[in-house]
């Protein structure tokens, strides 16, 4: 089975909505897109490239997919980095409403989320990788579906906007598997799902305690 592997842009208080652009979603009156772009340089190019350089194809949800749809198709070099890969291999949308995707190589998914991407899991050929699409990333964390999460995380606090996790969230721990820091600031982590937290105590045991040393 292929591996289900998110990558998510977040600010220091966890908001990931419009990271791109000032017009990219103003749900809530939010007027604050665009906030990751000061800090787009070389370093979080690379990560970027090293990412997509996995993809067997892409998961992702109905807002996210129209954004990319309306720009990645014009950008026409194959080898593109970016571009390449998005244009080139499957797009799979999740939604109830759309109906003529109009992304050569995409697919809507409608039906039952659990079965249908534990399918697309299987017959995917590398990683399917969700990017952005933070509604559809908690939906698919709480189902257990996700194997990889990429957090980029910016200094920024925005104080306002759509958050990754929100009270009602699927208790989960996660594996630290790498991580580093781009010139500009911003952390740059992996996890791996790793199921259920884990819990312990920091009392201290009953009984008389050596406070010397001596014993």
Not at 8 to 33: K, S
Not at 41 to 62: M, P
Not at 159 to 185: I, K, N, Q, W
């Amino acid at each position: 089975m292929g591996r289900l592997v998110s990558t998510i842009f977040i600010t220091l208080d966890g908001v990931y909505q419009a990271p791109g652009g000032p017009q990219e979603d103003t749900r809530g009156g939010f007027a604050q897109g665009g906030w990751s772009f000061p800090y787009g340089d070389d370093d979080f190019g690379r990560f970027v490239t090293e990412v997509l350089a996995g993809a067997g194809g892409f998961l992702l949800g109905r807002r996210t997919y129209e954004i990319f749809a309306s720009y990645w198709p014009k950008v026409t070099d194959p080898a593109d980095p970016v571009a390449g890969p998005l244009n080139a291999l499957p797009k799979y949308v999740v939604s109830t409403t759309l109906r003529a995707p109009g992304w050569a190589g995409t697919t809507v998914v409608s039906g039952d989320l659990a079965q249908e991407v534990t399918a697309l899991k299987e017959r995917t050929d590398g990683e399917l990788q969700v990017h952005g699409s933070g509604a559809l990333l908690r939906s698919l964390l709480d189902l257990r579906l996700v194997d990889t999460l990429h957090v980029l995380t910016f200094p920024v606090v925005l104080g306002d906007g759509r958050r990754l996790f929100t009270e009602g969230a699927v208790p989960t721990r996660f594996s630290h598997r790498s991580g580093r820091v781009t010139g500009s600031g911003v952390c740059l982590h992996t996890y791996d799902v790793a199921g259920s937290p884990e819990y312990g105590s920091y009392d201290l045991p009953e009984g008389p305690q050596d406070v010397t040393g001596l014993r």
